[in-house]
């Protein structure tokens, strides 16, 4: 999570309400006051779809958006380039509110600031993978030869070389997405907005998509907004996760703040599902170094997982690690109790419960639960 | 209780009163703009004259080919073409082939006709709801309005010919075009479109790149109908001087010559038959890319 170099691309989201229906700004103060969705829905017939939602996007960072069906997040991402216009709010993109633009300013901001992938695709059937992946260059109006330079250039990144004169109904939904990512990236936009880009794919593709961009990312920086309802595909892409539910933000933070630190019982009852072992990183758990003379021999990164930390060990058959920060210096140490603890669910899941390191000890108590989870 | 068994109507003096005046406006506006408006399908006219003596100026061994080579390139089916080419032989075998070509040039003049407006109009009517509601019931009058009742005031306006011939087959023919248009465009998938606005496109770049191609094969079927339609209109318009193959079949009723009623009437079906195999097959051939589908 490195301050990326700063060309732009921050989102920022202020106050941002949207009720459905044919009268919403008159219900807007109601809402304001604290209505509920239920409420709201049974009384006067409109629907919420968010409520005072504020988020900080940085540029060129993986910000994910999670939440089930119904929670908003679609509604939300839609937003950032208005396909959906605010019942109240600002959205801030490079100093501009997005909402105070006009018809051709927003078109230009389109063509020229954002990029977008969907959930079903939307490919143009009567067109080849090639000309799907021009379709956002030639609305900016660029040169044919530009077009399709740029296009071959994204499809082959991608892996869909020698497929570009296919039409999509020749393709599986992996590649078709491929191609929907090679539309987006051919734009060149700073901004990358992912409508549950990955959900309808099969989970081994759906890993594999996840492996795609993120490689991508370290290349392109892009400020990407990922939708999804997946914690577990929220956790391995998101630099940062909002949480939402019935248009509310609940949680914003890192994959460890979300696993460590849920904020209510709603995000823990999500955590209980995860592979701890597989987003927990070993510097959140660590204890302080040691200098003495039986410090560990094997030492491990500290943004590494915990369940590398664990198959080290198991291979060196040590019972501690030294922790190394990206400079090869000792921050910390953790030894193999430490790990368990944190990589088993804890039992009082939820409940708002704060866990941290020096907490992990007494999860250790064995419980038939956690045994068999391991 | 006389009035309960007989409708109360208006009386026969205001009836006749109200009828008189409508026909003397109706005659006035003829009489003042009549040649102005004849003046105003001259260009159709002349558009009539050449495809027809184009059509019988060339040798009929070349109609043939060209004939053939349409179809060919259209469905890239043999079956088409080889049925194509019979159907024109036996047609000038049994000496029709001038009425055929006459009734042809006919058609296809309507059916440029039809598309040109019919596309317009329903694209329009596409994008507006209530542009939808207002022409929608226009449509149905044109199609259910029995044909020999609009071909009073045209007749009246242009005289008997070809140009309000082709103005009454015009009428009967277009409403499936402006309805199949409207219909391709309003059925195009919203995501597809969500992603067009996604990417900044214009409404009109949103209308010749998404809409319009995505729309195609339906109005494909439009124009297949308006083919179908116009051929159908083709013996009623020659009752108002469209020469073709309308005309021995209108001779054949008012003298009962029950053969060349048949002969005249086959040679219809079959030419119905070849623009209809023809455009289909090529409405398919604009589909090719949803035929072949991943497993």
């Not at chain 1, 969705?37 to 017939?45: C, F, I, N, T, V």
């Not at chain 1, 990512?181 to 309808?200: G, K, Q, V, W, Y």
């Not at chain 1, 990407?224 to 509310?248: C, K, Q």
């Not at chain 2, 439009?222 to 079949?249: C, D, R, Y």
């Amino acid at each position: 999570m490195a301050e990326p170099p700063a060309e732009g691309g921050g989102i920022e989201i202020r106050r941002l309400y949207k009720i459905f229906g044919a009268n919403a700004r008159d219900y807007l103060a109601l809402v304001e006051r604290g209505m509920s969705k239920a409420e709201l829905m049974a009384r006067h017939g409109h629907v919420l779809g968010l409520r005072d939602v504020n988020i900080h996007m940085k540029p060129g960072c993986i910000q994910v958006i999670m939440g089930l069906s119904g929670s908003g997040k679609s509604t939300l991402i839609r937003h950032i380039n208005r396909l959906i216009d605010p019942t109240a709010g600002e959205v801030w993109v490079d100093g501009v509110d997005v909402v105070k633009m006009n018809g051709s300013e927003l078109r230009q901001f389109r063509r020229r600031h954002t990029a977008m992938v969907f959930q079903k695709f939307a490919l143009l059937p009567h067109r080849t993978v090639l000309d799907n992946a021009v379709f956002g260059l030639e609305m900016k109006g660029v040169a044919r030869a530009g077009q399709v330079e740029s296009a071959m250039r994204w499809l082959a990144r991608v892996g869909l070389a020698g497929f570009e004169d296919r039409y999509p109904n020749q393709l599986s939904g992996g590649m078709q997405q491929r191609v929907g990512l090679a539309r987006a990236l051919a734009n060149d936009a700073p901004i990358m907005l992912m409508d549950e880009a990955f959900s309808a794919l099969d989970p081994l593709i759906r890993v594999d998509m996840q492996t795609v961009l993120l490689d991508l990312q370290k290349e392109i920086k892009k400020t990407i907004v990922f939708i999804t309802h997946d914690l577990d595909e929220a956790l391995r892409l998101g630099d940062a996760i909002a949480i939402l539910r019935d248009g509310e933000v609940i949680q914003q933070g890192t994959n460890q703040d979300i696993v460590l630190r849920p904020a209510d019982d709603y995000v823990a009852s999500f955590v209980k599902e995860v592979n701890r072992g597989r987003v927990i990183k070993v510097e959140a758990i660590m204890g302080p170094a040691t200098d003495n003379a039986d410090a560990p021999k094997l030492a491990i990164a500290s943004d590494a997982v915990l369940e590398d930390a664990a198959r080290l060990l198991a291979g060196a058959n040590q019972t501690a690690l030294a922790v190394l920060d990206g400079k090869g210096r000792r921050v910390g140490c953790v030894d193999i109790q430490r790990i368990l603890s944190a990589m088993v669910t804890p039992v009082a899941s939820g409940g708002g419960e704060r866990r941290d390191s020096s907490l992990a000890l007494r999860d250790l108590e064995p419980s038939a639960e956690t045994a068999t989870r391991g | 209780m006389d009035w309960l068994f007989s409708f109360p109507h208006l009386s026969d003096d205001t009836l006749r009163a109200w009828k008189k005046a409508v026909d003397a406006g109706f005659l006035a506006f003829t009489r003042t703009y009549g040649d102005a408006i004849e003046h105003l399908f001259d260009p159709l006219q002349y558009f009539l004259i050449h495809s027809e003596r184009v059509l019988l100026g060339a040798p009929w061994p070349i109609v043939v080919l060209v004939f053939a080579a349409i179809a060919w390139f259209a469905g890239r089916s043999r079956i088409v073409v080889a049925g194509t080419v019979s159907t024109l032989l036996a047609i000038g075998l049994f000496d029709m082939w001038e009425d055929t070509m006459k009734t042809i040039s006919m058609i296809v003049v309507c059916t440029v006709l039809s598309i040109v407006l019919g596309i317009p109009i329903g694209i329009a009517m596409s994008r507006s709801d209530r542009l939808q509601k207002s022409i929608n019931p226009i449509l149905d009058v044109m199609q259910t309005l029995p044909s020999f009742v609009y071909l009073i005031p045209v007749v009246m306006l242009l005289g008997i010919g070809k140009v309000p011939g082709l103005i009454a087959v015009v009428i009967y023919a277009i409403p499936p075009m402006i309805r199949l248009t409207d219909l391709g465009i309003r059925l195009v998938d919203r995501d597809v479109l969500e992603a067009a606005d996604a990417f900044g496109s214009s409404s009109w770049q949103k209308l010749v790149k998404v809409q319009l191609p995505l729309a195609l094969p339906t109005m494909m079927a439009g124009v297949n109908q308006t083919i179908m339609m116009a051929l159908a209109m083709v013996v009623i318009a020659s009752m108002i001087g469209v020469q073709g193959l309308g005309q021995p079949v209108l001779k054949a009723i008012a003298n009962q010559y029950f053969t060349l009623g048949v002969m005249n009437g086959l040679a219809i079906v079959g030419i119905a038959i070849i623009f209809d195999r023809v455009s289909q097959a090529y409405g398919r051939r604009l589909q090719k890319h949803r035929s072949v589908v991943h497993g």
